[in-house]
């Protein structure tokens, strides 16, 4: 884990687990006067023209309301939440991290072209993923984005 702390403000890199995808790369920003923004690193820089990619991400914001879809300025797709400072604490924080693993497990097969070469998911073996926990917990609040259990 990576922290940086700039003017009041600071921020983690991390790597985290879905139930099917591994080694995510999420960013949490905590900046006490505006509230935490969680930002889950969807896939890499996308180069099919990016038509398609938007409309799927127009999609997706449209289904799934808790979650914002976008580019990044180097075309790298990700999901957010923003958690007002109000609203934030560790529970907050911990539901914010849960739904991104989750819609992020949700979307795997719309997803895997953009991941991996041939858009073919790697077997993941006997591996558990290391969030499963953080997951559990949040299962019952998150809805059918749990999957199943």
């Known amino acids: 884990m990576k922290r940086i702390d700039l003017e009041g403000i600071s921020s983690w890199d ?11 790369p999420v ?13 889950l690193h969807v ?9 398609r990619s938007y409309r799927k991400m127009l999609r997706w ?25 109000g609203r934030l ?3 907050a924080l911990g539901l914010g991290i849960a739904r991104l693993l989750a819609i992020c ?3 795997l097969e719309e997803t ?19 969030q499963a926990d953080l997951l559990e917990r949040y299962a019952d609040r998150l809805g059918e984005l749990a999957g199943p259990r």
């Open 14 to 24: 991390l790597r985290l687990d879905g139930r099917r995808r591994f080694d995510i």
């Open 27 to 39: 960013t949490v920003v905590l900046d006490p006067g505006v509230g935490a923004f969680v930002w």
């Open 43 to 51: 896939a890499p820089p996308i180069g099919d023209g990016l038509r």
């Open 61 to 85: 914001n449209d289904e799934f309301p808790f979650v914002k879809f976008s580019l990044t300025t180097d075309d790298r797709p990700i999901a957010a939440v923003e958690i007002p400072p």
């Open 89 to 91: 604490d560790r529970d």
């Open 105 to 107: 497990d949700l979307l």
């Open 112 to 130: 895997a072209e953009w991941i991996w070469i041939g858009g073919r998911v790697p077997d993941p073996g006997a591996r558990v993923g290391r």
